[in-house]
């Protein structure tokens, strides 16, 4: 009986040797393993054989298969490269050939003015040494307002400001939710920012918009001051307008930080004068910011007594309305060609 199997397999090795297609292979596999004149007919009789030729018959059919269907998948794979290099020889595409150089790009589309600003905004924090994180839309109520010192009686908390989606979870209003988890790292120094899409129940205007882009940004390390904050702000806002950005610090209040800080720059679309964008002010708000309060360290472990660190957040639309001089920030994402157009 192994011999008729070493027979039955050589001859199946033989038929695949000269098949020509990948189907051609599949049927010489099933006749190879099939009950009427393969080996599922020749073992039917092992049954009848004594103890110590079933431990031979047994073990050579499982080898014969095992071998075949190894060789069966390659002569698969050597017709699918043959097969492939004759179609590249009669076809006229040739892979090797470089780019049209005087390709127009213009008539094929470009990013919008919002890409741009967080493809920039991102890139130059990376080369300030920041990790780039990211996370989820729908967040715990810790995540999003526990973890960050928001006291229970705080307004963002209510259903006229925050979408909620089931107990207990919510979209999240600002990507500061990704502020515990990286300080649970306790990787320091740390330096990391957040870009994401935030969710508020609030109407839409020529400023906000309902669904919204932040960048959230921490840094925390031993001996961080008031002063690294203001300096990497005002680095960053010179290499995104490329030029001297008059700025001013005002006192503020976020539940996250302590002191609560609110970074204004002059206003780049009118220039001081006022207009809809800044209110008629002149300056217009860009960063809330401040040093992370001591209870968002002690709520992720880190002891305030010996790490200090700074937190900031903006919305991307602001600062590409401020760049581009886009007074209406709907207008970015109304899909009209004439607008977009004027960007390319």
């Known amino acids: 009986m192994v011999s008729q199997i070493l027979s039955l397999a050589a001859k199946a090795k033989a038929d695949i040797e000269s098949a020509t297609t990948s189907e051609a292979i599949d049927d010489i596999i099933k006749g190879f393993l099939g009950k009427n004149g393969g080996l599922g007919e020749i073992l039917k009789g092992i049954k009848d054989l004594p103890d110590d030729q079933k431990k031979l018959v047994g073990p050579e059919a499982n080898k014969q298969k095992d071998a ?28 090797t050939m470089p780019g049209k150089k005087n390709l127009n790009l213009e008539q094929l589309g470009g990013l919008s003015p919002f890409t741009r600003m ?22 715990n109520d810790f995540e999003n307002f526990g973890a960050l010192n928001f006291p229970d009686d705080h307004p963002a908390r209510e259903m006229h400001d925050t979408f909620y989606v089931e107990q207990g ?10 502020q515990y988890h990286i300080l649970k790292t306790k990787d320091f120094p740390i330096r990391a920012i957040v870009p994401g899409k935030c969710f508020r129940n609030e109407a839409t205007d020529a400023r906000h918009e309902a669904i919204f882009t932040q960048l959230e940004g921490i840094v925390v390390d031993t001996n961080i001051t008031v002063t690294h904050l ?12 490329e030029e001297d950005v008059k700025t001013r610090i005002r006192p503020g209040y976020f539940p996250f930080v302590e002191p609560g800080l609110e ?4 206003c780049l679309v009118c220039h001081g004068s006022g207009c809809r964008l800044c ?22 472990g880190v002891d305030p007594e010996k790490y200090s660190g700074f937190a900031f957040g903006f919305g991307l639309s602001r600062l590409t309305q401020l760049k581009y001089a886009i007074a209406d920030c709907r207008l970015m994402y109304a899909d009209d060609p004439k607008f977009l157009g004027q960007f390319q």
Not at 232 to 237: R, V
Not at 279 to 300: D, R, Y
Request: glycine share 6%; with cysteine; aromatic share 10%.
């Open 68 to 95: 075949l269907l190894s060789f069966a998948e390659q002569k698969k794979s050597a017709l699918a490269e043959a097969a492939l290099t004759a179609a590249l020889e009669t076809s006229t595409f040739d892979p």
């Open 118 to 139: 967080a493809d920039k905004a991102v890139r130059v924090f990376e080369k300030l040494g920041f990790a780039v994180w990211d996370g989820g839309d729908i967040v």
């Open 169 to 178: 979870y919510l979209l999240r209003t600002h990507t500061s939710t990704l």
């Open 230 to 241: 203001i300096a990497t702000l005002e680095l960053f806002l010179k290499e995104i307008f």
């Open 263 to 266: 970074l204004e720059i002059h």
């Open 279 to 300: 209110k008629g002010l002149g300056w217009i708000e860009v960063m809330p910011c401040g040093m992370i309060h001591p209870n968002v360290l002690k709520n992720a």
